[in-house]
C-alpha cells in the first residue's frame, strides 16, 4: 500500500496524494484531520495536511516533501514549529 504524502483540500472535497496516485472524495479536510493520528500528520494550512514522515525540509513560510513546497498558514505556523521540533526537526 502506498503511503500518503500530503491531503489538499478544495472546498467540500480533498484529495490525498500518495507516491502511486491521487484519491479524490467528498469531505472536509477538518473531518479527516480529525481521524488522522497526530504524531503521522500534522495540518499546515487551511488546505493541507503533510506526513511527518515525509518532510524533508523546511522554513519559516514553507514546508517540502523532495521538491513540492508546501506554504504555511499563519494561524497554523506556532503549531507547525512546535510540532517540527518536538518531533526531532531542526529548523533552518
Known amino acids: 500500500m502506498p503511503e500518503v ?3 489538499e483540500s ?3 472535497y480533498f484529495t490525498i496524494h500518495t507516491s502511486e496516485r491521487k484519491i479524490t472524495t467528498r469531505c472536509t479536510i477538518s473531518s479527516v484531520e480529525k481521524v488522522l493520528p497526530d504524531d503521522e500528520f500534522l495540518r499546515i494550512h487551511r488546505s ?6 515525509k518532510i524533508s525540509s523546511f522554513g ?6 523532495g521538491k513540492k513546497e508546501f ?4 494561524s497554523f505556523k506556532q503549531a507547525v514549529f512546535n510540532s517540527l521540533d518536538y518531533n526531532g526537526f531542526v529548523n533552518s
Open 5 to 7: 504524502l500530503f491531503i
Open 48 to 53: 493541507f495536511i503533510v506526513s511527518l514522515k
Open 71 to 74: 506554504p504555511i498558514g499563519p
Open 60 to 65: 519559516p513560510t514553507s514546508i517540502f516533501i
Open 10 to 12: 478544495m472546498g467540500d
